[in-house]
């Protein structure tokens, strides 16, 4: 075991109420407290509607049938992302193309590249802001008037995140969130897609539930005694007892956050002038979730990453890589690529240190002290 966790929940008494409650009032499905939590994400992602499903991994699948991609259609996807986002093009028989990034100061979708990726049968593009910091929303929205791609959003490391005072899965055509153990909002297991158009909502929230034009809670409040099943849907509901953690963890989302973002200022102020060390989004001054804090060895300290991730483990700190590139999985060899120099730089030289609200500042700079330990020996 590690002494100091890559992340740590922030779970206390109100989670533990809130399971108590649900479980007592003997409606553990998807009920009442999955509309309350829908209801609250949606006022404060500020967007018209938010469906909450089993994970983020099924909010992709849906989002991409919802919007109407099919079996053949290309999709431009990073390849620096975690292999879900890539996989969910696949349920659908759509060919996923990988793009690269635009630098280690900024690992998300390079979408001027993407551009030169689009072809006759290029139908969208999913971005995913990383770490929590905007893809350049400008540049795909562009992308989707010119082309008439539809920009999706795996917006699962930024809630609350904002792009030009818009909050990051609120401005493509659907946004995709994760509330699995990790992530700023934890249910366990979790998901929501977000929007503000009316039929992709509702396409969406019948596949959920088997394509059924009524639910188990409402025939069981008698609001009606019979379905019909109009469309081959899934069962992707996210039930109660998760929704009543997920109801507090929104409480406490903007202040955990700000302190994640304190945390950050800290690692920054221990790194930023050590040579060889890039710390992606330094100057970024948007609202951001900050996820996690990854940094990038540059030139001089090149194919390090391992040893300092093993001399780093010795001392107790757990470390992860945000993420092994999706193109080089065994199942992804066949797939379209453009080039992806970038995003192996960084596959390859990439640390994501811990990053969690309640870590302390002299467990900060203790991993900032480890760090400068390595690179001096
Ligand atoms: C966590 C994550 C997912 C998958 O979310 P699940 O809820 O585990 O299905 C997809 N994309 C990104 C970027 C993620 O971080």
């Known amino acids: 075991m590690y002494n100091i966790p890559l992340y740590d929940l922030n779970f206390g008494s109100a989670e533990e109420d809130a399971v108590l409650e649900t479980l007592r009032s003997r409606w553990v499905s998807s009920g009442p407290k999955t509309a309350e939590f829908e209801k609250n994400f949606s006022e404060m992602f500020e967007v018209k509607y938010a469906l909450a499903v089993a994970n983020c991994t099924v909010a992709l699948h849906l989002a991409l049938i919802v919007n109407d991609l099919v079996k053949d259609d290309e999709i431009i996807v990073p390849s620096l992302t975690f292999v879900a986002t890539v996989n969910a093009v696949r349920y659908i028989g759509a060919k996923p193309v990988f793009c690269d ?15 030169k990726l689009i072809t006759s049968k290029t139908k969208a593009i999913i971005v995913m802001h990383y770490g929590g910091y905007a ?130 200022g800290l690692y920054n102020d221990a790194l930023r002038n050590i040579p060889g060390i890039i710390i992606p989004f ?8 900050t996820y996690i804090y990854p940094i990038i060895l540059g030139k001089s ?10 001399f780093l483990g010795e001392k107790g700190i757990q470390t992860s890589v945000h993420y092994p590139a999706v193109h080089r999985f065994s199942i992804y060899q066949d797939a379209k690529k453009g080039k992806l120099d970038k995003t192996e730089y960084i596959s390859d030289n990439l640390i994501t240190l811990p990053m969690y609200s309640s870590i302390s500042e002299e467990t900060v700079k203790f991993i900032s002290q480890t760090i400068c330990d390595f690179i001096n020996a």
Not at 282 to 289: A, H, I, K, T, V
């Open 301 to 310: 300290l090149a194919g390090k990453r391992d040893a300092l991730r093993v």
């Open 282 to 289: 330094l100057n970024y001054s948007e609202y951001s979730s």
């Open 135 to 264: 893809c350049d929303m400008q540049k795909a929205l562009e992308l989707q008037r010119k082309y008439g791609v539809k920009i999706i959003e795996d917006a699962c490391h930024g809630p609350l995140s904002e792009y030009k005072g818009s909050k990051l899965g609120s401005i493509g055509a659907a946004g995709c969130f994760s509330f699995f153990a990790n992530k700023n909002i934890s249910t366990g297991e979790g998901g929501m897609l977000i929007t503000n158009d009316e039929k992709i909502y509702q396409r969406a929230k019948l596949l959920r539930s088997h394509g059924m034009t009524t639910l188990s809670y409402d025939r069981a409040q008698g609001h009606s005694t019979n379905y019909d099943v109009v469309a081959l849907g899934f069962n992707y509901r996210l039930d109660d007892i998760r929704s009543s953690i997920g109801i507090v963890q929104l409480k406490k989302l903007r202040c955990d956050i700000d302190k994640r973002i304190a945390i950050r």
């Open 101 to 115: 990034v635009v630098s280690c100061e900024n690992p998300t979708i390079d979408l001027d590249e993407a551009e």
